[in-house]
């Protein structure tokens, strides 16, 4: 009669692991009050580190203009030969304090990620912390390379708006307007970037697998295309088929990397 292989595996030592791991959580437990306070404490450092950065980019603040005015036709004002107008007597110093504001912000993004996990790590199991770093330094690089490759397009959109009603009105462009349109244009390329990470992490907890990419891949290819044609707000033809290359080349990445990982 036929007999079936049995798991050898050692319930006394599977036993001795899941209490090691609850030493883990035991040894770094702390009470809500002090939670609160390191949660202050980061948040703190968090800010002081946006606050350095961004002084030193309101410091180089008319370099910084320069550069993401660049995409910026100079045919799109004939009254200030291409220059962004203000219309209010403050607006020129708010619009430098949000660009501080958001060039701080990108510099300090490796400092904030660094509290967030030094935060949330004492709660964490000694595997899931090894994982956890590699995520963040990938989020980061991830992040930036869409925001890269956002810049790169930026160009595309801002001279088909700036040139489509040229003819028929003296478009004045404020600079509050054009750095609103690019601070979203670049955000959502960065956030698009981050397809394969999030995808990744749904794959390592268990809620999605490589074999259902897979199979889902025509669907999933058709929504991406559709939503690269609203999440890039200009109507020319250049952005939305660079965003659909790069969403489809990142999904498709994420299936081989699930793969790799998840064996």
């Known amino acids: 009669m036929a007999t079936r292989n049995i798991d050898q595996q050692d319930p006394m030592a599977t036993a001795d692991d899941s209490n090691e791991e609850e ?29 350095v950065f961004g002084i030193v980019a309101f410091i180089f603040r008319t370099q910084i203009m320069t550069f993401l005015t660049y995409p910026l036709p100079t045919t799109a004002d004939t009254l200030t030969k291409g220059k962004l107008i203000v219309t209010g007597l403050a607006e020129g110093f708010t619009v430098f304090l949000k660009l501080a504001f958001a060039a701080g912000f990108l510099g300090a993004l490796p400092v904030i990620l660094y509290q967030v996990w030094a935060f949330v790590s004492p709660g964490l199991y000694e595997r899931e912390k090894k994982n956890a770093v590699p995520f963040i330094f990938i989020g980061v690089v991830l992040f930036i390379a869409g925001i890269a490759l956002g810049f790169i397009v930026l160009r595309f959109p801002v001279q088909w708006l700036v040139n489509f009603a040229s003819n028929s009105f003296a478009e004045l462009v404020t600079a509050d ?12 390329f960065g956030i698009v970037f ?24 025509p669907t999933v290819h058709i929504g991406m295309w559709i939503a690269a044609t609203f999440l890039t707000p200009g109507a020319d033809i250049y952005s939305p088929i660079i965003l659909g290359i790069a969403m489809s080349f990142l999904f498709e990445l994420t299936i081989v990397f699930i793969k790799i990982t998840k064996h």
């Open 177 to 188: 307007s054009y750095f609103t349109f690019v601070a979203f244009f670049l955000l959502a």
């Open 23 to 51: 030493e883990e959580l035991d040894d770094s437990s702390m009470s809500l009050v002090e939670h609160l306070e390191e949660l202050r404490w980061r948040v703190f450092k968090s800010l002081i580190a946006i606050v």
């Open 194 to 217: 981050e397809i394969p990470l999030v995808l990744t992490f749904l794959a390592q907890i268990g809620l999605i697998t490589s074999r259902t990419l897979t199979r889902r891949r």
